[in-house]
């Protein structure tokens, strides 16, 4: 007669494997995150580049479409023009009934806003697409490390045809 032995061949981690794993996850972590903190940085100021472009389009085309003049401007409440600061938000409005069309909320996170002329409140756009003023909006990362290329311009054509592109300012 055969006796059974009962083995049982132990399976799992051993409290130092376990934490030599965790140790080593944390050190990836960290090198990690200051590449993911400039990452989320230069996506929020993407983001931020390509809704005031959107609302530089809609302007224009919605002079065109209503063969009237169409205003963006920077305001503070977000109904109605006002306010010198473009980060607090902006609207477009048609001018003939003064209505807005959109409007943008103030910029969260850290971007800085800058344009030139600096005095700029507004850009009228008329029937034929055309823009009264010529501006150079700037946006720049809150947290811009020396040499980085994270800023965008946004230009407006004599034409009215707006374009944005990486600028060839580097953060300082």
């Known amino acids: 007669m055969r006796i059974a ?5 132990m399976q799992g981690f051993t409290l130092v494997e376990l934490m030599v794993t965790l140790v080593i996850g944390t ?24 809704s005031l472009m ?14 009237s003049n169409v205003t963006i401007c920077a305001s503070t409440n977000q109904t109605t023009c006002g306010g010198s600061d473009w980060s607090t938000g902006w609207i477009v409005r048609w001018d003939s009934n003064n209505s807005p069309i959109r409007s943008q909320g103030a910029f969260k996170g850290t971007t800085v806003f800058t344009y030139n002329p600096a005095t700029i409140t507004t850009v009228q756009f008329n029937s034929q697409g055309l823009a009264s003023i010529n501006p ?18 946004i230009t407006i054509a004599p034409t009215g045809r707006a374009g944005v592109a990486n600028s060839a300012t580097l953060c300082s």
């Open 54 to 67: 959107s609302s530089i389009n809609l302007a224009r085309s919605e002079a065109v479409k209503r063969q």
């Open 5 to 9: 032995k009962n083995t049982f061949k």
């Open 27 to 50: 050190i990836l972590v960290m090198l990690a995150a200051p590449s993911f903190k400039k990452s989320i940085s230069t996506n929020l100021v993407t983001t931020q580049a390509n």
């Open 136 to 153: 150079k909006f700037t946006l720049t990362p809150g947290e811009c490390a020396a040499g980085y290329r994270g800023i965008y311009d």
